[in-house]
């Protein structure tokens, strides 16, 4: 069964979306992130992929207190990224609640820092980033292409560990026009025992639905979401159906 996993992204607080990783597109739905992370609880969602893009921006964490509420008043299993550079960052995303981290430009820039990660927590805790423009990895809030083949990039970190892989084509991103299944295709085809995690361009249940058909571990689900174009309900009936 897909792990349906949806998405709350973060600015001073507020839960926004942007397009493409562009701040200058930010769109503003809500200025507290935890009453939308209790209504995806509500539909019988149990995990939260949780950004801090203001993180991001100044790479290191920003919105630990978000983290923290959503933490101690729901049961979301919280996987948390942005700006987390530094063993401190790490600690800080878990001490206040996270079940996972995300590492993207980390592991592209101190891949040694990366590395460390998952020797003292494991793969099960550490998800690696590996976020794509024409299939080149694209690092700190995808403003910078890397020569970096996503392909060799995980088959790099599937040596070292990585179990989770969450993968976004920036082409698609916040644009609600269905989902790179190229892309996704290929990773799980060259890398079976990855739980791949697709992100980005999700506009509809049959988006989530094909994905399922193909054997994809998980989806982040967003924009489509606070759009109304995927509602939390039909959510929870396709969840309840794929049982």
């Not at 790490?90 to 998952?118: C, H, K, M, R």
């Not at 003292?120 to 292409?145: C, R, T």
């Not at 890397?146 to 920036?170: N, R």
Request: glycine fraction near 10%.
């Amino acid at each position: 069964m897909i792990q349906i996993i949806p998405a709350i992204d973060i600015i001073e607080g507020k839960c926004v979306r942007l397009t493409q990783g562009d701040f200058a597109q930010k769109k503003e739905y809500n200025a507290h992130p935890l009453d939308i992370a209790k209504s995806f609880e509500d539909a019988g969602l149990t995990r939260l992929h949780l950004v801090d893009l203001d993180g991001a921006r100044q790479k290191k964490v920003v919105n630990y207190k978000v983290l923290d509420a959503i933490a101690s008043h729901t049961k979301l299993q919280i996987d948390f990224g942005g700006g987390i550079q530094s063993d401190a960052d790490v600690q800080v995303a878990f001490d206040y609640g996270a079940a996972q981290i995300t590492g993207g430009s980390v592991a592209v820039n101190n891949p040694e820092l990366f590395e460390s990660w998952l020797n003292q927590y494991g793969g099960d805790k550490i998800i690696l980033g590996a976020d794509a423009k024409k299939e080149k990895i694209a690092i700190h809030g995808w403003k910078e292409v890397t020569e970096v083949w996503v392909y060799d990039f995980i088959a790099d970190y599937l040596q070292k560990g990585v179990k989770y892989v969450i993968s976004t084509d920036v082409a698609k991103d916040g644009l609600l026009q269905g989902p790179s299944f190229v892309l996704y295709g290929n990773i799980d085809y060259k890398f079976p025992e990855i739980k791949l995690i697709a992100s980005g361009g999700i506009s509809s249940m049959a988006d989530i639905e094909q994905l399922h058909e193909m054997g994809i571990y998980g989806v982040i689900v967003g924009k489509a979401i606070y759009e109304g174009r995927i509602k939390l309900p039909e959510l929870t009936k396709f969840m309840l159906s794929v049982r």
